[in-house]
């Protein structure tokens, strides 16, 4: 008789085979291209100078290869050059070893005139050998001749000074030797045109002379600036107008190392001068560069221009704000730089061009984030510094407001934080009120230089043109416009009239917030720089916190809570509370007074705001205020953790009326859910009492149950109810020393079946998880606990016996509880008493055994894999027909 698989097995064999013939035919059509290009002729090669494709007809090239786009012409191969190159590398390297072996071993076992003439043969050959080579077209081989002869200048160099000149100062002879080198290279460079080498070389070799004559003479910082700053203004000449992409990049890297060089110990004089006067020199130096960088942004192209007057204006501030700098103390200093920064602004209106005004501002904005990331880590320790006084909680209010934050900051030397960020916070809150003004003024920055293509040459390029009607590739166009009376462009795609938000209503968005949290930051840091009393930081956090909460509900209610301002106020708001309310911890009364404030603050926010997201944040936020302040009510009561575990239920009792009261309103949900935490903690307080565990898991288990009463938590919470009150109970028999837990556990096992099992009889849909599931877990899992710590065995038999029979009942009747439960338990149990022969077994067999059993499962699963995943499927969709 023919066997008929399953239909399952049989689809995944039928998709098995299609497969196959899938692949198979990718391989015979892969073929059979093959070999239509081999049997088809070669198309015939075109005249020189005819290019078919130009006039419109698609270039020949071989069967089966991607077309070309029309107008293409194919480059002719060129031979490859790899190996060629790696092997005159090798023999360059090979040579120079060579060299300097001689030079450095063998030197002293010639005379002075065996030395003279080795040493001039050997360079001489290897600097006339490229321009041979070089006329019979080997220019690799000339390349890596030249670079040998680099290598023996040096090389004559450095003999020379040990032979010739042995007492010369060392930096001296360098300074000089570099000079004549990179003048000799220079002009063998020049000469021989073709070879790429020399001339880099030079401009290397032309880095150290003013650098290594500075040093030589013993000069000061100062004139070691100058001579860095003088070897920049040569590299970037260089650069501007030197003689191949090689020397010009070689230049650019030195010019710019030299003049970082220069900018650094110029800054650092500046900085470290002892007054005005001391300022002045190194503000010299950097006007110096801030003229070069001027002048070689001037011709350079756009990216190094735009860079190059970055860095003029960033030296620019560094040297006139110095010399008011060099006259202030340490702790404001900074503020001089801002200032200058700041100042540096007004290019805006200066007339300059749009390149050169947008790197200025780059580098007074870049000053200004100079200076607000050195103020930030003291905004840091105000708010968290309070965390401190969790390991002493009440232990006394402190003196004053530094005292409390138990930081070991320089306060003294910070006194210009609180200034620096109110002046930013101005400018930027004055941005934000007048904003069409800064538009306006800002406009010639952003205004358009290019003309508009042209529609026809839109549609070619695949460019929208300036109507917005699809291009030449469908997509639609784009337009710039701009409103009347706002000066901001913006952007219209298509033809539906879809528009984006102007970037400058984002900008302007983006100094509002800017403006807001650096000021509520200047606040604070104010405080701690007056070092104000510490009932004066307490109540003024925590009226910087109603104003944010006000200032977030206002802009929550007018349409714009997701905006930026909105927003910052609210995480400054959310962070500020739990900051002040940290500081509070040092004392009791200050503690009752924040965090009742707070939670009176926060839920009127909730009452008060109109968006949704706003509206759950402050409620979540009142909650937990709410929640500490119980806690805060058991302490001082004078109660143990576990005591004062009951008073903290009252918090989520109250989320549980407020959620029956405000019930599909989304701000429901996560109070209820802030409401249980606040439970767990309270279950957490309780854990080290079980009587007063199995008390709170009982009262939580009646909030689950109160929640059970409306349809839309019932789902989950009724579960939930009855596993706390199941859970209760075990905790209770336990903290008693119950050895039979069945005399109490049967009692509500019988009437939880018969009520199941009616259930089950007026709703035969009914899950039996529902319905038998509670009942049957009431008695089963305490009596395994027990069992395992159980040294009889007459329990585990018992209980043995009645899961097997539960187990083939679940079997028979198709009930999933039954058949879930029995065999779990039935199985824990069996493993609890087979285990002691289980590891007497495994003692007495041998290391290597249990290892290759191991494996050896391995293998026959992974080998029966496909088998054994169907059969989990199956056993899935068998347990899933359960009811």
Known sequence: MEHVPPPAEELARLDRELAELDSRRAQLLTRRAWLLAALRPPAPTAAPGWNPSAWGAPPPGRP??????????PKQPSAPRSAQNVLLTLGGLLLTVAAVAFTLVSWGSMGIGGRSAVLAAVTLGALIAPAVLLRRGLAATAEALAALALVLTLLDVYAVHAVAAPDTDGLGFTAAASAVLAVLWTAYGLALGKLRLPLPAAVVLAQWPLLFWAWAAGAPALVVGWALLATAVLDGVIALWGKGPGV????????????????????ALSTTASGPLGAAAPGALLLAAVAAALAGAWRAPKGFARTGRVVAGLAAVAAVGGVPAAALSDGWRVLAYVLCGLALAGVVRAGLPRDAARGVLAASGAVVAGALVWALPSLAAVLLGPVTLLSDVWAGPPEGFRSALGSTLPWSELAAAPVVLALVAGLLGSAYRWWPSVVRIAAPLGAREETPKPAAASAATGTPDATGTPDATGTPGAAWTAPSGTGAPWYTVGGAGARRRPSGAALRGAAGAGALALGWGALLLAGVVLDVPYAVAVAGETALVGGLLALAVRGAGSGRGASAVPLTALVAAVSGAVSVGLLSLASEGAAYAVFGTLAVLFAGAA????????????AVASVVWGTVLTGFVG?????????????????????????????RNPVALPVELTGALGALVAVGLAVSDAPFLALVLALCGVLAAGAAVRPERRPVAGYLAAALFVLATWVRLAAS???????????????????????????????????????????????LAVA?????????????????????????YRLQALLVLGGVVLALDGLHELAPYVAQVAGALPRWLPPALAGLLLLVVGATYEQRLRDARRLKDALGRMR
Do not use: K, N
């Open 635 to 663: 302490r001082s009561l004078a109660l143990d953790p576990h005591e004062a575990a009951p008073l903290v239920l009252l918090v989520p009792a109250l989320t549980v009326l407020l959620g029956a009261r405000l019930r």
């Open 788 to 812: 395992w710590t159980d040294t009889d065995w007459l329990r585990p038999l018992l209980l043995g016996v009645a899961t097997l029979v539960i187990t083939l009942l679940g079997a028979r």
């Open 737 to 783: 020393e119950v050895s039979f837990p069945e005399a109490y556990t049967l009692p509500v096992t019988v009437p939880a079946l018969v009520v199941g099992a009616a259930r089950r009889r007026r709703d035969p849909e009914a899950s039996s998880w529902t319905a038998y599931g509670p009942g049957l877990a009431a008695t089963l899992l305490p009596s």
């Open 64 to 73: 089966g290869a991607p077309a070309q786009p029309w107008g293409y012409v």
């Open 607 to 618: 009452v008060r705001v109109g968006a949704e997201v706003p509206r759950a944040v402050f």
């Open 248 to 267: 010009r990049v070689t230049a650019c890297l030195g010019g710019a190392a030299m003049g970082f060089s220069a900018l650094t110990v110029g800054l």
